[in-house]
């Protein structure tokens, strides 16, 4: 299982820039995705997560109205626009799915990550 971060770089405030997510051996269309970020001496801090229908979406207030989530199941890919950055979005992104599936030998958690891409907002 590999998931596969993208798209990350430097950019002016005010600029977009749009992260990609993609998995192997693995199927990600059918699982609920999350986008985190991280900034050195901070919390991790969920920024997106997305159902695998694509119809429920949750951000947080730091993010809402300037990120968007979407997803490509064809593709096995998950997307993170982000629009109107500003520096406090400066971090390490990182794509994550985790959960409990359900088999005939009982219940099995998974939770896996990517290596992450880094964002970086300069004037």
């Known amino acids: 299982v590999q998931l596969v971060e993208s798209g990350g770089g430097l950019v002016q405030p005010g600029g977009s820039l749009r992260l990609s997510c993609v998995a192997s051996?693995?199927?990600?269309?059918?699982?609920?995705v999350n986008w985190y970020r991280q900034a050195p001496g901070k919390e991790r801090e969920l920024v997106a997560a997305?159902?695998?229908?694509?119809?429920?979406?949750v951000y947080p207030n730091s993010v809402k109205g300037r990120f968007t989530i979407s997803r490509d199941n064809a593709k096995d890919t998950v997307y993170l626009q982000m629009d109107k950055v500003n520096p406090d979005d400066t971090a390490m992104y990182y794509c994550?799915?985790?959960?409990?599936?359900?088999?005939?030998?009982?219940?099995?958690?998974?939770?896996?990550w990517g290596q992450g891409t880094q964002v970086t907002v300069v004037s």
């Open positions: 994550n799915t985790k959960g409990t599936v359900s088999g005939a030998t009982g219940d099995s958690a998974y939770d896996y």
């Open positions: 051996g693995f199927p990600l269309s059918r699982y609920v």
């Open positions: 997305i159902t695998s229908s694509g119809t429920g979406i």
